[in-house]
């Protein structure tokens, strides 16, 4: 089957999880399965630079891909896809005319061009937390539920939490979505590149707890640095806090700049880092700590559990579905009650080595091969090919 796959969220700053996941099916879909059945993808992006596009592509080790670029940019292509539902693929590129089926693993929903259309929706946080959205996103996400609904003949959502979201705060049918959930990578990490990541990121050789994802309201970072804040000073904690990953919206970085200041140099702010060295921080941390308000998957509680890291996280739904016994719980709104469950983990070795344990075990279940393989079967069964 030939399948045109939209990339174009690779050169979204930042990427996201969801980044993560458009990566993963650009590299495993053209992969023979154990069937033998082979997937042409043909990749496609809005309309940017060759040097933008070959450094995006690199960042997400796909320097060998070469998308189609389109005649419009994003914001254009966007805007004309929701509002008035042209142009179609195929009269933009020539390589999109012979296409089997269309995936947009994002929101960015073309129009229906003749083929199936399988479109991924990770959430419906925009509509449920509109607050914790600048108005351009809020009415795109809207849109673009609006557009999923109408054009797509089958939708994805990582989690049974999120299929429930979106069935019942979009115009999406439960019985149009299927369920699959993401993968995670599994790479081994000595200890001699734990300490050179360490080094070069300018993390030092004190223990340390772990925050990954992107500086957005919904991940709720204020309530992990007040409550770290509070229990370095009254517990003589030697640990820092590493906070991971690039700037997001809603001036969240202005609403932790108080509490970050009064750590001082108990706080380090490494920034995006490439996927091997956050595999080193994910491996060096003593816990890896997770408040959010909301999350669609919550890709950094596995990735974190794969390198045999204690995993902390906010007491919701969605991260109870993917980390099931491995990980402690607490309420995402209460900075006491985590800091006294940060407390008890850093004082109790057992503890966090029965969660690293469990956590290791809960990782290896989720993989991007078994991820990208349910999703192909979506495929044929749109095709009719099952």
Known sequence: MRVALNVEQLLHRPPGGIGRYTAELARLLPALNDDGEHCDVVPF???HGRAAIERALGNFGLRDSDPVRLLLPRPLLYDTWNLIGFPPLGMLHRSLRDVDLVHAP???VPPHSGVPLVVTVHDAAAIVFPETYPRRGRWFHHRGSIMAARRADVVIA???AAAEEISSRTPIPRERIRVIAHGVTQLPVGEGVVAATRATLGVGSAPYVLWVGTLEPRK???VLINAFRVVVEERNLPHRLVIVGPSGWMDTEAAIRGPSEALGERIHFTGPVRADRLQA????AD?????????GFGLPVLEAMAQSTAVLCADIPVLHEVAGDAARFVTPHDPEAWGHAIVSLLFDDDARASLANAGRVRAASFTWERCVNRT??????VLGLS
Do not use: K, Q
């Not at 921080?281 to 060096?284: C, D, E, F």
């Not at 816990?287 to 999350?295: T, V, Y």
């Not at 192909?376 to 069964?381: I, K």
């Open 287 to 295: 816990l890896f700590a997770f408040p959010s308000l909301h999350e």
């Open 376 to 381: 192909r079967a979506v495929y044929r069964d």
């Open 220 to 222: 709720n970072l204020p």
């Open 158 to 160: 990582p989690t049974m």
């Open 106 to 108: 994002s929101l960015a």
């Open 281 to 284: 921080l994910y491996r060096g």
């Open 45 to 47: 992006v809005a309309r």
